[in-house]
């Protein structure tokens, strides 16, 4: 299989025209159920298993349960009319000290699902000129939309799906 190219050596261009909002917003709806259906009958001794220093399947899961606030952060900033958003932070400390490998993944599914769907409640309340109005991505150092935002978070979910289906795939899971 073709090696994968790590999440901070991401280049994005953020150019999507912004009537491709509602097809951006089904990615990022789409991902608690998504999520669901690749953990679904999957032991929890192997959900939280880890190899060395790597993340178990359940902190994938939890990880983007950790980044909602961020991304819904993000759009407070917006509605503030800030012009940099809010910088992620890089070390992960919220997944790390979350301990979710001692949570039933149920529960972080159900709250995974909630405050996912407030995300997309809030954007869908948006007009088209509060969906363009760009602010700089600190890290990427990039103007960013809030569908730029939405496509990040979608191309983010994805990175963690993959990392999920990497690993039920060297555990022989599926």
Do not use: C
């Not at 073709?2 to 994005?12: A, D, L, N, S």
């Not at 012009?83 to 919220?94: F, V």
């Amino acid at each position: 299989m073709v090696p994968r190219t790590k999440w901070v050596e991401r280049k994005f261009t953020f150019d999507l025209p912004v009537g491709w909002l509602a097809n951006v917003l089904e990615r990022v709806r789409g991902t608690p159920a998504r999520l669901e259906d690749l953990t679904r009958g999957v032991s929890p001794e192997l959900l939280t298993r880890r190899d060395g220093e790597r993340w178990s399947m359940q902190e994938h899961a939890g990880h983007l349960l950790d980044l909602e606030e961020l991304d819904t952060g993000r759009l407070d900033d917006f509605e503030a009319g800030l012009d940099t958003l809010r910088a992620a932070d890089m070390s992960n400390r919220k997944t790390r000290e979350a301990a979710h490998n001692d949570r039933r993944l149920a529960d972080i599914l159900s709250e995974f699902r909630r405050a996912r769907a407030e995300f997309v409640r809030r954007v869908e309340g948006y007009d088209e000129e509060f969906v363009s109005r760009p602010a700089l991505h600190p890290r990427l150092q990039v103007p960013m939309r809030v569908i730029d935002l939405a496509y990040f978070i979608s191309e983010h979910d994805d990175h963690h799906l993959a990392s999920i289906s990497e690993l039920l795939r060297q555990h022989g899971a599926r």
